[in-house]
């Protein structure tokens, strides 16, 4: 069975400090919410990433990091290996998240090389995609969400999916407080996972925890989380405070 799945991108914002209060914030509800069916994710920027899994050891809080290369090692100055993030303890990592497409120029063809790179690393993978505003009112989305699916995933084998995540953030609603409605949010989810089994088959597909994002909050989560084919939901503001990412963490 599929595991819902609540977590938190906490993008460039908590610096040393606010990462440990946050957690401890966290901590103090999060074990008592969590319960074997679900999962809760925090996803800190890279220099607090050893920190946060030191102060979520004893915790049922898993954490994430937003990023990494797709090189193994090498002369990247700046970034980061998949063996740096494991080496710290970590076990997941964000990739394709939007503004990493957009600001950073990843492309489909460079993500599916980071997933690649990822799960050879023992990484799972919490896979983003999602159309742009202006595919949605052109009715594109169905096809750029296809296309994102095929060319970041399906050099994949059958058993790589069992640690793949997928989150469906349309950019139109992320960070704007803009929300898809929890029936296009249905709409979506329910499309990605036919095509999925489609490629891979029913099993892989029910398996498959796919992940909704874009202005999640405490007041809408229940509903978006009601769908059939929403199992969770990846959050970004309201993940940077305890009592809103708890009350979204309830609402699974
Ligand atoms: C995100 O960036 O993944 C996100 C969903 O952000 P927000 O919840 O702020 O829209």
């Known amino acids: 069975m599929r595991k819902k799945i609540v977590a938190g991108n906490?993008?460039?914002n908590n610096n040393l400090d606010q990462t440990k209060t946050l957690i401890k914030e966290l901590k103090k509800q999060a074990d008592k919410q969590?319960?074997?069916?679900?999962?809760?994710?925090?996803?800190?920027?890279?220099?607090?990433?050893?920190?946060?899994?030191?102060?979520?050891?004893?915790?049922?809080?898993?954490?994430?990091?937003?990023?990494?290369?797709?090189?193994?090692?090498?002369?990247?100055?700046?970034?980061?290996?998949a063996d740096m993030l494991t080496n710290l303890g970590l076990k997941l990592v964000i990739l394709g998240h939007s503004e990493r497409?957009?600001?950073f120029g990843e492309t489909d063809a460079i993500l599916a090389q980071k997933v690649t790179t990822a799960l050879q690393n023992n990484l799972e993978v919490i896979f983003c995609f999602g159309e742009v505003?202006?595919?949605?009112?052109?009715?594109?989305h169905f096809e750029i969400v296809e296309n994102q699916l095929k060319n970041g995933l399906?050099?994949?084998?059958?058993?790589?999916?069992?640690?793949?995540?997928?989150?469906?953030?349309?950019?139109?609603?992320?960070?704007?407080?803009?929300?898809a409605s929890a029936g296009q949010a249905q709409e979506i989810h329910s499309f990605v996972r036919k095509t999925i089994a489609k490629k891979y088959g029913n099993e892989i597909?029910?398996?498959?925890?796919?992940?909704?994002?874009?202005?999640v909050k405490p007041e809408n989560a229940k509903e978006i989380?009601?769908?059939?084919?929403?199992?969770?939901?990846?959050?970004?503001?309201?993940?940077?405070?305890?009592?809103?990412?708890?009350?979204?963490?309830?609402?699974?």
Do not use: C
């Open 101 to 103: 497409r957009e600001y």
């Open 154 to 179: 399906f050099h994949l084998k059958k058993e790589d999916f069992k640690n793949i995540i997928l989150a469906y953030e349309p950019v139109w609603a992320i960070g704007t407080g803009e929300t």
């Open 10 to 12: 906490w993008k460039m």
């Open 34 to 81: 969590i319960s074997d069916t679900t999962r809760v994710i925090i996803a800190p920027s890279f220099v607090n990433l050893n920190t946060a899994v030191k102060k979520t050891k004893k915790s049922n809080i898993e954490v994430a990091a937003q990023n990494m290369h797709q090189a193994e090692n090498g002369a990247f100055t700046g970034e980061i290996s």
């Open 205 to 215: 597909a029910e398996n498959i925890s796919i992940l909704y994002g874009g202005s």
């Open 225 to 252: 989380f009601s769908k059939q084919d929403v199992d969770g939901g990846l959050i970004g503001g309201a993940a940077l405070n305890a009592k809103d990412f708890l009350a979204i963490v309830n609402a699974i």
């Open 133 to 140: 505003l202006e595919d949605r009112k052109l009715e594109n």
